[in-house]
């Protein structure tokens, strides 16, 4: 476990509050559950690898009110099944946060319809199932966030990566058409675009991305994107997490249907 600033400031902030963060097994989706117990909240944390459950349990050893629930988020009966159980567990949800990503590599010629399908069924078309299924609790909860994981290929796309590109701008606009309608009941919607991160996704890229289709050795690759960076450094999990605290906090009440970059600088759009 991580140290977190944006959890201290917002510590006991999110108290009573109930969230439900999906990829939250691993990676970037355990730092926002992390943090967002650490500041108060009950987390459900949802995965479709049985390594959720042990991410919960360290979280609950540590004294955090953290249960997991397994489910793949491209799949409507799973989704419904994770939604019944934080009903079951709290009774409600406030936030959802639409974590859940995968990408891969290809070049035009060798990307196959299922392949450019099952990146947009996780990215985007499982974002849509959740927030659905989210859309009445969050009416009842009147104080409703969904934060959903766009990236900086949501803002630019980059070579082979058509797909994963495509699904990211797509989560932009259904965040900002859902910010429209739900805003009458209360539920700010807003998106966030990570740079880069060092997580298993991360570890894929360089290998698929930089050594298998590009001339770079091992490391190259990240190494040349993070020199390209402002700031200098890739983000934590955490950097990422101190952004949705604030955004799904009272601090954040006035922002809806934006999308914001967490990457050092990297893009400035
Ligand atoms: P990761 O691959 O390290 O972890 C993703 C987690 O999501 C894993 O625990 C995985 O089991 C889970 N997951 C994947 N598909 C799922 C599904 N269908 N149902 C349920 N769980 C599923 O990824 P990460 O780097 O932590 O990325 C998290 C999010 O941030 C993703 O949406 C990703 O696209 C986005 N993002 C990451 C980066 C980065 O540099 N790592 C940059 C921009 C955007």
């Not at 963060?21 to 987390?43: D, K, N, P, Y």
Request: hydrophobic share 40%.
């Amino acid at each position: 476990m991580t140290d977190q600033i944006g959890s201290k400031i917002f510590q006991g902030h999110f108290k009573g509050r109930r969230a439900l963060v999906t990829g939250g097994g691993s990676g970037i989706g355990l730092g926002i559950g992390q943090a967002f117990a650490e500041a108060g909240a009950s987390v459900l944390l949802v995965d479709r690898s049985p390594k959720v459950a042990d991410s919960a349990a360290v979280l609950r050893e540590a004294g955090y009110d953290v249960e997991h629930a397994l489910a793949d988020v491209a799949n409507e009966e799973q989704v419904k099944g994770a939604f019944a159980r934080i009903l079951d567990l709290w009774g409600g949800l406030d936030i959802l946060v639409n974590n859940a990503g995968i990408i891969t590599i290809s070049n035009l010629e060798d990307l196959s319809v299922e392949e450019f399908n099952k990146v947009l069924n996780v990215n985007t078309t499982a974002v849509f199932l959740c927030c659905r299924e989210a859309a009445p609790l969050l009416k009842a909860s009147n104080n409703g966030v969904i934060l959903n994981a766009s990236s900086g290929q949501g803002r630019q796309g980059f070579i082979f990566t058509p797909h994963y590109a495509a699904s990211k701008f797509g989560v932009i606009g259904l965040s900002q058409s859902l910010a429209k309608e739900l805003a009458p009941s209360g539920i700010r919607v807003n998106s966030y675009c990570p740079g880069i991160v060092k997580t298993e996704m991360w570890e894929y890229n360089d290998h698929e991305w930089g050594s298998r289709l590009g001339n770079y050795k091992p490391g190259e690759l990240i190494q040349e994107w993070i020199d390209g960076i402002p700031l200098k450094r890739p983000a934590e999990a955490s950097d990422v997490a101190n952004l949705l605290l604030f955004l799904a906090s009272d601090a954040g009440s006035y922002i809806t249907g934006q999308a914001i970059n967490i990457d050092g600088g990297m893009f400035m759009n």
